[in-house]
């Protein structure tokens, strides 16, 4: 349905496309809302438009496997000696990579995060146990608090009525 709102006001709404001019014009308009829309749309953090890398699919990783086993194995060992054994203290990618797999978000959500909530939470130096159970318990407030509010609501006072009455 946006499509077909954007293509009238790019003005396609006045094109007779049974005539072959007006047909191609109409179809430019369909080709020129499609990338519009498909470039606000965001999944993950990634837009619709974005082609498909070779690296995504299932076939490639296949063939690539042993590669990213020895990538992730150089990981773990270099990690492993750095701050495991040496205590070395953690520059600004670890302190990302920490923050990530402790907030329990992929790397491509972390890239769709705009960059001040980045920065908030790197200040926030949530890698440290006693910053993270901090903000854990803020984020469970928050979370009840919304919760609250949503259990106030007529709407959903009227939507776990009908999920009650048909589940």
Not at 28 to 39: G, P, S, T
Not at 90 to 115: L, N, S
Not at 137 to 164: C, D, I, L
Request: a positive charge; hydrophobic letters at 40%; aromatic letters at 14%.
């Amino acid at each position: 349905m946006m499509i077909k709102q954007r293509i009238a006001q790019l003005g396609g709404k006045d094109l007779n496309i049974k005539k072959e001019k007006d047909y191609a014009k109409f179809k430019e308009f369909e080709k020129v809302a499609e990338r519009e829309i498909l470039e606000r749309v965001y999944i993950d953090g990634v837009p619709l438009s974005e082609e498909v890398s070779i690296y995504s699919l299932f076939g490639f990783r296949i063939i690539f496997f042993p590669h990213s086993l020895a990538k992730w194995l150089f990981f773990q060992a270099r990690w492993f000696i750095l701050f495991t054994m040496m205590n070395q203290p953690y520059g600004r990618a670890e302190q990302e990579y920490v923050t990530k797999r402790i907030i329990k978000i992929r790397p491509d959500q972390w890239a769709g995060m705009d960059q001040e909530e980045k920065d908030e939470l790197m200040e926030r130096q949530l890698w440290l146990p006693e910053n993270f159970d901090v903000w854990k318990q803020e984020k469970k407030a928050e979370e009840e608090e919304r919760h609250r509010e949503m259990a106030q609501s007529n709407r959903y006072k009227q939507v776990k009525r009908f999920m009650k009455k048909y589940n």
